[in-house]
């Protein structure tokens, strides 16, 4: 289910996230799909914040180096989109936060963004700041302990969390939401979307 909400001259998307079975909700006041200021950790050690991206559109994924199949699923989309966009990539940086931060360290998310785009770029942190993270894309995700030894917890868990795509402009704001569903099934519809605004915001560069 798709809702297009315009505001001035540009569509901003909004898609429900039929996975985890809610609606990714706008800002209520803003009418922007969701999209929060972050202070993390990159897969090289350095703190970064939202603010270091700006002039660029993030690509956000929330995901996981242990997930099974979602997340390498996700991301290997978001490789595709990268290659389909052409010279145009180098509007976007694609972005893959942990929701994991106890195993995800910098070295491991080093290692495992490497296997998909070579401008995919890793976030850790502190539970804290996931979470605050999380919380302003409006993004689930739960720990769930996996007992394998006859009903005897080894410390093993996997997350339940929200496999959206968050596409945040230069500015910052929020512009569309696609959910996991759509992110494997219409790798074209996302990247003509990206391309729309990305046609946009080449436009408004060529005035100034």
Not at 34 to 62: C, Q, S, W
Not at 90 to 119: G, S
Not at 146 to 171: C, I, K, P, Q, R
Request: proline share 6%; net charge negative.
């Amino acid at each position: 289910m798709g809702l297009c909400l315009t505001g001035g001259a540009v569509g901003y998307l909004l898609y429900t996230d039929e996975q985890i079975g809610k609606a990714e909700n706008v800002d209520p006041i803003t009418m922007f799909p969701p999209a929060a200021p972050f202070t993390l950790t990159d897969h090289t050690g350095k703190m970064v914040t939202d603010e270091d991206y700006r002039g660029k559109f993030m690509l956000i994924n929330f995901g996981y180096t242990y997930c099974p199949d979602v997340c390498p699923t996700s991301l290997q989309t978001m490789s595709e989109t990268m290659a389909l966009l052409g010279e145009q990539a180098d509007w976007v940086q694609p972005i893959f936060v942990t929701i994991d931060p106890e195993r995800d360290t910098p070295e491991v998310l080093k290692e495992y963004v490497a296997y998909f785009h070579p401008k995919l770029i890793g976030l850790t942190g502190t539970p804290q700041q996931i979470a605050e993270a999380a919380e302003g894309f409006r993004v689930y995700y739960n720990r769930s302990e996996l007992n394998n030894n006859g009903g005897e917890d080894d410390g093993d868990y996997w997350m339940d969390h929200t496999a959206s795509f968050y596409l945040v402009g230069t500015d910052g704001k929020g512009l569309a939401v696609f959910p996991y569903n759509m992110a494997t099934m219409a790798v074209e519809e996302i990247v003509d979307r990206i391309r729309h605004f990305i046609n946009i915001q080449e436009a408004l560069t060529k005035v100034k």
